[in-house]
């Protein structure tokens, strides 16, 4: 079997409109994505929109990445969690509930947790380890607003925690990530 | 909002990254990055620290559906079948054959006819990572990106060169090194063949470009 070829050269074969790279590019990174849109929006048909309208950016502004903008993974999660977080603005997904916690969960077939599935991809290990110099309460602070999409209300709610202890969390967690992430 | 301190610029934007800036706050953010490169910088930043935690989401196969419709999104025409599968092409070639003396003198009506879409190469490294791609642009330019930043010494310079088979290479231009991109114009006259090679040479900036005799990376040329 031919090698896989890297996200990093499936992308710039796109910037050339090579079809042929951005269905190897849709088969590789699509399921990624849409556990991800999944988790923001817990609903399988918005995720679906959201996931279609995310491969026709990365299609149209394949030739805007450059490695400088970090891996391939961190360029078109970054434009799928715009339009997810775009559309959970208007909609409070909360109250849709397709997916409730236990439904999720089913679906994302109860895998290991984010941070051993980041141990996996040794240039996110960086990642995992820092998220782990986190206390347990912030560190899932963290997560819930990057996941699931939630507001620091609404973690506050979901962790049964004074909304002025989460800010706090979560405003020292992303400086102690960065340091720990290094510059930038 | 205040956006002139960079501790707070930074706090905005880290929060904006991770989604927890909402509401009112987030639109009004959104509304100053235009004017504030600094502002977007430090977005960018973040985006490069967080959504590396993007590969921590479980994989869901996505349903078929949506490659489906992202086909016909983008790609309208794609089902159309190439031309030696079209009926017309065939249907033509039995007229053709009633005409086969009248095509025995005009060859070129059996050419088939064009595709569009732009010529492209890759030109790959000794790793076969992808170091260039070049492309030519409808108005017979053509586009090169440099995909990882080549270590070229601070007096040289990457050229490009086209090599097809009976002739000695032709210099098309320099070739970005820095992980940019540029538009190669080509020499006066000249349009790209069909096939060829491309070869990268790596060369003194001050002396004149002198024709290769063995590239450093070199990559077949085809037109689409």
């Keep these: 079997m031919a090698p896989q070829e890297s996200l990093a050269d499936l992308l710039a074969r796109c910037a050339l409109h090579d079809r042929r790279a951005f269905e190897d590019l849709y088969r590789q990174a699509s399921p990624t994505l849409y556990g991800l849109l999944l988790r923001l929006v817990r609903d399988r048909e918005l995720a679906a929109d959201l996931l279609q309208e995310g491969f026709v950016r990365i299609w149209q502004r394949a030739s805007e990445y450059r490695p400088g903008l970090g891996q391939p993974f961190t360029w078109m999660g970054t434009i799928v969690r715009h339009l997810a977080i775009d559309r959970l603005r208007r909609v409070d997904h909360r109250q849709r509930g397709e997916l409730d916690d236990a439904g999720w969960e089913q679906l994302a077939d109860a895998g290991p947790g984010p941070e051993e599935r980041l141990q996996t991809e040794h240039s996110e290990a960086t990642v995992a380890r820092c998220l782990e110099i986190l206390d347990p309460e912030p560190r899932q602070a963290v997560l819930l607003a990057y996941y699931e999409g939630l507001t620091h209300d609404a973690i506050a709610r979901r962790m049964d925690r004074p909304l002025g202890t989460v800010k706090a969390w979560v405003r020292r967690s992303l400086q102690r990530l960065k340091i720990c992430l290094g510059e930038p | ?224």
Excluded at chain 2, 106 to 126: D, F, K, N, W, Y
Aim: proline share 12%; with cysteine.
């Design chain 2, 1 to 224: 909002m205040n956006v002139q301190s960079p501790s707070r610029r930074d706090a905005l934007a880290a929060e904006y990254v991770l989604g927890s800036l909402r509401g009112a706050a987030r639109r009004r953010f959104e509304q100053l990055l235009p004017a504030h490169p600094n502002l977007r910088q430090a977005v960018a930043d973040w985006e490069r620290r967080l959504n590396r935690l993007a590969v921590g989401s479980p994989s869901v196969p996505p349903p078929p559906q949506v490659w489906a419709d992202l086909e016909t999104r983008l790609f309208p025409a794609a089902r159309r079948e190439p031309w030696w599968n079209r009926l017309e092409f065939w249907r033509g070639l039995a007229v053709a054959g009633v005409f086969a003396a009248v095509l025995a003198l005009t060859p070129h009506l059996m050419t088939p006819p064009s595709e569009p879409g732009a010529a492209i190469a890759t030109i790959r490294g000794s790793q076969q990572e992808v170091l260039w791609t070049v492309a030519k642009t409808e108005d017979n330019r053509l586009h090169v990106s440099n995909l990882r930043r080549i270590d070229v010494p601070p007096d040289q310079h990457c050229l490009l060169w086209l090599k097809t088979p009976d002739a000695p290479p032709v210099m098309l231009g320099v070739l970005p090194d820095d992980g940019g991109a540029s538009t190669l114009v080509l020499p006066a006259g000249m349009t790209p063949p069909a096939q060829g090679e491309l070869w990268v040479t790596m060369q003194p900036v001050d002396a004149p470009p002198s024709l290769p005799n063995q590239p450093l990376h070199k990559t077949r040329w085809q037109a689409l």
